[in-house]
């Protein structure tokens, strides 16, 4: 983080602006999320008013960012962050003959989760409703599954896509032997 509070006054507005634009919340919706009057956003965001650490916190988690990274002045170097295949966190005992590789990063559990699905033959994931407006989008790498949504269902194929309602009970069951597809979790 920078020393010069200066620096860091005047770059605030300009990043909580940037951040709200990049989220697509008005000022209303901000004020509604942060707890933060509307005025006080729009005079925070025009410069005309410094924050306290309390308000910026509420802001900062109302647009979902990084409290100390909207504070830091310099840029950071670009990091890559490699788990090696046996580093990544798998889980065996849900479902029947599936295995789940947790792709996504534990921040971005209960928002956006990634996973690669191992399916064996016969094998199938049973899902309870997930929280309300949920979908998921499931792409068969490999192999075929009997998709399940609510009253809904269809045969994905290798390389097909798709995209269904997770609000519901759903399933996904290995059709023609084993399976390996990826599938993205977002919550509403």
Not at 59 to 69: E, I, K, S, Y
Not at 156 to 162: E, K, L, M, N
Request: glycine share 10%; hydrophobic share 40%; proline share 6%.
């Amino acid at each position: 983080m920078t020393d010069d509070p200066d620096a860091i006054l005047n770059q605030l507005p300009r990043r909580l602006k940037a951040a709200r634009a990049a989220q697509g919340l008005s000022l209303d919706a901000v004020a509604k999320l942060s707890g933060v009057s509307r005025s006080m956003v729009s005079q925070i965001e025009r410069g005309e008013s410094s924050p306290t650490i309390a308000t910026l916190w509420n802001l900062t988690r109302a647009l979902q960012v990084d409290f100390a990274g909207l504070l830091d002045g310099g840029q950071r170097p670009a990091e890559i962050e490699v788990l090696r295949a046996g580093e990544v966190p798998t889980i065996h005992n849900l479902g029947s003959g599936c295995h789940i590789r947790i792709l996504s990063p534990p921040e971005e559990a209960g928002k956006h989760e990634v996973y690669e699905l191992l399916i064996e033959p016969g094998g199938s994931l049973e899902s309870l409703p997930h929280t309300r407006g949920a979908r998921e989008h499931l792409t068969v790498i490999e192999g075929s599954v009997e998709l399940r949504s609510g009253e809904s269902s269809s045969t994905i194929q290798t390389g097909d896509t798709a995209r269904y309602p997770a609000d519901v009970p759903h399933a996904i069951s290995a059709k023609d032997g084993a399976v390996r597809a990826f599938l993205v979790v977002q919550d509403a």
